[in-house]
């Protein structure tokens, strides 16, 4: 029986009746022939309709596999700068969305974490690279151990806790955030970050993943480049060329170790990154000190949106203060943040945030050292905007689209993966047309459900199984005993029948 890979179930059952039973076909006088032919037709229709209800499984070889790679940094148009043959290939057999817009502000663990939950950055709790939490009075620093701490990921489920729940398996290799046991659970198989990991070995630790006897069914990798380069040379130089080329050689490397595996034509694959860069001049500074006294307020995470917590009492001082201060900045009371940007409801988030506009940048004073490129800018900007390739089994060839949300990619996978999706902001409606169209899908939920939990469908099965075999005695018990002539009740003998239920569960 063929998979839908949305669904990404099969059902399978086989019910063998003991020779003991007259069956269709069997030496048996023609009374007992049509009555137990007729019987068991109908019978058959009824247990197979129960057993497709109640008994869902999946052999690991039909499972949808789904592999999501994040090139941090990889700006949308770096794709035109150089030839790039590899990325070309898979767009030819492939889909391609030129841009996709990302969530505000637009740094790598706010990103990373809508990119496997769906949701904005004030909804999944991971607001920065560096955040205070005023509740638990405690920092986080993406350089530090803090990150490990799970109350700072568990407002949000990532898509290997729902994968795992579901009954299925998970790889994780460098993806932020994957080495903290999130709501108790980590992913079935996964590295703790270390970035001088080659990447043709964080390739091939999920290569052995997906091959293993207890194999998964999704993987997720992070490449630290070219975001590194692109901040230290800047997106514009003529040296990105040859970091653009060299991502595009480790994704030929990617696709080569996938072919030789003989997984490549079996696997979704799909190639995003969490934001683009834009370039910084030191012509374009704004230092705070200039404006205002560095004692009246704490400076939380880094330029270009920093957050500002005012000292007791101060409030409408540093604001006022601030508001006016440069034309090349915005400054926002929490509570006046754009909707747009998903950015205001959570406390994570200062009580005063300041924008720097596209290419500027926002210090307390020019003692620090001085970055070429950077991002966390307005969303809506191109330059914040990275790429999207995906190719394989569920995704059209040749498709192109012009435009995405980076919260439309949980629904998706979730789709592909054939599993139900948390609440989240995104919509599968956004980006289905990528899709091959096998059948209407179902409306990604934005609202809170209850998760079926991953034992309720076994103990379902189990008690249906249970029904099945006891109707089954107690009817061919019934029929068998008009069949035979009268006897004493003391002489009477009776083989009962067996039912035996071959299911495959993954």
Not at 41 to 48: C, E, F, K, N
Request: with cysteine; hydrophobic share 40%.
């Amino acid at each position: 029986m063929g998979v839908d890979w949305r669904r990404g179930r099969d059902f399978r059952f086989t019910l063998l009746f003991p020779a003991a039973v007259c069956l269709p076909g069997s030496t048996c006088n023609d009374k007992q022939q049509a009555t137990m032919g007729g019987c068991f037709a109908q019978l058959g229709a009824l247990v197979s309709a129960v057993a497709l209800l109640l008994l869902p499984g999946c052999s690991p070889e039909e499972l949808s596999k789904l592999l999501l790679v994040s090139f941090d940094g990889f700006r949308w148009d770096y794709l035109h700068r150089v030839p790039t043959p590899n990325f070309d290939a898979l767009i030819k057999d492939g889909v391609q969305v030129e841009r996709v817009e990302n969530v505000y502000i637009t740094k790598t663990y706010p990103n990373h974490y809508t990119m496997i939950t769906g949701l904005y950055a004030e909804s999944h709790g991971i607001v920065a690279n560096e955040m205070y939490d005023p509740n638990l009075n405690l920092t986080f620093n993406m350089d530090k151990m803090e990150i490990y701490d799970s109350r700072w990921w568990d407002e949000a489920v990532p898509l290997w806790v729902t994968n795992q729940i579901a009954g299925h398996r998970s790889g994780a290799v460098m993806w932020p955030g994957s080495d903290v046991k999130i709501h108790g659970i980590y992913p079935t198989y996964y590295l703790v970050y270390n970035a001088s990991m080659p990447f043709q070995a964080r390739v091939q630790r999920l290569i052995d993943w997906f091959k293993n006897e207890e194999a998964i069914n999704f993987g997720i990798l992070y490449w630290e480049e070219p975001d590194m380069s692109g901040h230290s040379l800047g997106p514009d130089s003529p040296q990105m060329e040859g970091v653009i080329t060299d991502i595009d050689n480790k994704l030929g490397v990617l696709v080569e170790q996938l072919r030789d595996a003989g997984i490549f034509d079996q696997l979704n694959l799909i190639i995003t990154s969490d934001h683009g860069m834009a370039e910084l001049s030191t012509e374009r500074i704004i230092a705070l000190d200039d404006y205002i006294d560095g004692n009246l307020y704490s400076w939380i995470d880094k330029s270009p949106v920093v957050g500002i917590l005012p000292k007791e009492g101060k409030f409408d001082e540093v604001y006022s203060t601030l508001v006016n201060a440069s034309s090349n900045m915005v400054v926002y009371k929490k509570d006046d943040i754009l909707d747009r940007f998903g950015y205001k409801h959570n406390d994570r988030i200062m009580p005063i945030i300041i924008e720097a506009k596209e290419g500027w940048t926002i210090v307390q004073n020019k003692n620090g050292s001085f970055m070429a490129g950077n991002h966390g800018y307005d969303n809506t900007l191109l330059s914040m905007q990275p790429i999207f390739v995906a190719h394989g089994p569920a995704f059209r060839q040749g498709y192109a689209k012009r435009f995405m949300r980076s919260v439309d990619l949980y629904p998706l996978m979730c789709s592909i993966l054939g599993i139900q999706p948390s609440p989240n902001n995104g919509s599968l409606d956004n980006v289905e047309d990528l899709l091959k169209q096998t059948q209407p899908s179902q409306p990604t939920p934005h609202v809170r459900q209850v998760r079926e939990p991953a034992y309720a469908w076994i103990l379902g099965s189990f008690l249906g199984f249970t029904l099945v075999v006891g109707f089954l005695i107690i009817f061919v018990k019934q029929v068998t005993l008009r069949q035979l002539p009268i006897v004493p009740y003391t002489s009477l003998r009776i083989t009962e029948p067996l039912l035996q239920e071959e299911l495959q569960i993954e």
